[in-house]
């Protein structure tokens, strides 16, 4: 299989033309030109995951490994010390990140993982409508997500209506409308804005809600998945 031809189809599955200004999506390392033989998928990149996956392969991650240009190529930082590990195992690195948040993965994560229809897509916000206790929500959500605890912010006995962005969503909060809104990376003075604004948050974390990026990306590929293997990148994060 070719670079090209598979870019090409992602390009037509989720545009790349759709990524925010500040975002990396597309092909980080490689060659157009080269052929593979399998593609993995996951969430980000790790050491580990790297040194498992086999030489001429393509991976595709959620998260781009390099934002900022890297002046440099030393094995100091993260993305560096992974970037150098790719070239020396010719494996290619596409990433689809905030195009593939606005066309699959909030609504995957909506309607597959919690179980709701949104009614309303504003790019990385979906809405949806609800009549259910506060508690009785927070336990239907800790439950979808496979989450023993979990932050929250309340402000409403009841909640008839709530908004979903996974991954970080804190910066949309002006334009949440509904009682509730669910996130991650939701940090003390976020919360503080939100209950202000008299909005319930959910912090439904930031690799709990994106895990689903390989699920959902995988039941797109068509012809291509015979040669996929999904193989997740860890959590760097450890509940004690």
Not at 125 to 154: P, R, W, Y
Not at 191 to 206: P, Q, V
């Amino acid at each position: 299989m070719n670079i090209k031809k598979i870019y090409d189809f992602l390009n037509q599955l989720s545009p790349f033309e759709l990524q925010e200004s500040w975002d990396n999506s597309g092909l980080l390392v490689g060659d157009w030109n080269n052929e593979i033989d399998k593609i993995y998928l996951s969430l980000d990149l790790d050491l580990e995951l790297l040194d498992e996956i086999e030489e001429n392969s393509l991976i595709i991650t959620h998260h781009p490994l390099i934002f900022k240009p890297l002046k440099t190529l030393l094995p100091i930082s993260y993305s560096q010390k992974l970037a150098i590990k790719l070239i020396q195992k010719n494996i290619n690195l596409i990433s689809m990140h905030t195009n593939f948040d606005k066309t699959h993965l909030n609504k995957y994560v909506m309607k597959k993982v919690l179980g709701f229809e949104y009614k309303e897509n504003d790019d990385f916000i979906l809405t949806a409508s609800l009549d259910m206790e506060f508690n009785k929500f927070v336990s239907h959500i800790k439950k979808s997500l496979n989450l023993e605890t979990i932050n929250v912010v309340q402000c409403h006995d009841k909640i008839k209506s709530f908004s979903l962005t996974t991954g970080s969503g804190m910066s949309l909060i002006g334009k949440i409308k509904t009682d509730l809104f669910l996130t991650g990376d939701i940090k003390y003075h976020d919360a503080m804005e939100a209950k202000a604004r008299g909005i319930s948050l959910i912090d439904i974390t930031h690799y709990e809600s994106e895990k689903y990026f390989c699920n959902a990306l995988y039941n797109e590929l068509n012809e291509l998945k015979n040669f996929v293997i999904i193989q997740n990148s860890k959590n760097p994060f450890k509940r004690l």
